[in-house]
């Protein structure tokens, strides 16, 4: 998507408090990072507050630990004015390469998350487009996502398309 057209996009809806900051993750956020992943699945899959996430919350902790060390992981989080209101992050990865990704680096956005009262106000547009220009910094070309409805206007409206070659086993 052309960047010119992205900063308009951002600009016009970034409607919010001036006191949104957005930090990139460090180690330091593990604890932040975790509760939001938890927060992010239980909202996404329609999970009650009492449905067990222990084992998900502990494998998570040790995925955070190891991939931002290494760069494999890169994640934001939202601010007002000190209060977390999002995060987002974008988990890279190496493929084959192929005739289309020479170089088999791929990634994929996850976690997006904005708490409901700041929703609809250009945050998470705002994040997503800090990860996708991270994952090119790194010459990625191919990057992917998994949408859920509420989801999906924002992602096309960034340029992202249903992909339509791909298959899953369970």
Do not use: C
Not at 53 to 60: A, H, P, Q, R, Y
Not at 92 to 114: D, E, L, R
Not at 130 to 145: F, N, P, S, Y
């Amino acid at each position: 998507m052309n960047d010119l057209i992205i900063k308009d996009t951002i600009d016009e809806y970034l409607s919010v408090s001036k006191y949104i900051n957005w930090k990139k993750a460090t180690i330091e956020d593990i604890d932040e990072l975790v509760r939001t992943r938890i927060t992010v699945l239980r909202v996404a899959n329609k999970l009650a507050d009492d449905v067990d996430m222990s084992v998900v919350e502990k494998e998570s902790y040790e995925y955070y630990k190891r991939t931002l060390e290494t760069g494999e992981h890169i994640a934001y989080l939202v601010y007002d004015n000190g209060t977390f209101i999002g995060a987002g992050g974008v988990s890279i990865y190496q493929v084959m390469p192929t005739y289309h990704n020479p170089s088999g680096k791929k990634a994929y956005i996850m976690n997006m998350y904005t708490a409901p009262k700041y929703r609809r106000q250009g945050i998470a547009f705002h994040t997503l487009d800090l990860l996708v220009k991270d994952a090119r910094e790194q010459g990625i070309t191919q990057i992917a996502l998994e949408a859920t409805d509420m989801g999906r206007p924002l992602y096309e409206k960034y340029g992202f398309v249903k992909m339509e070659n791909e298959m899953e086993i369970y």
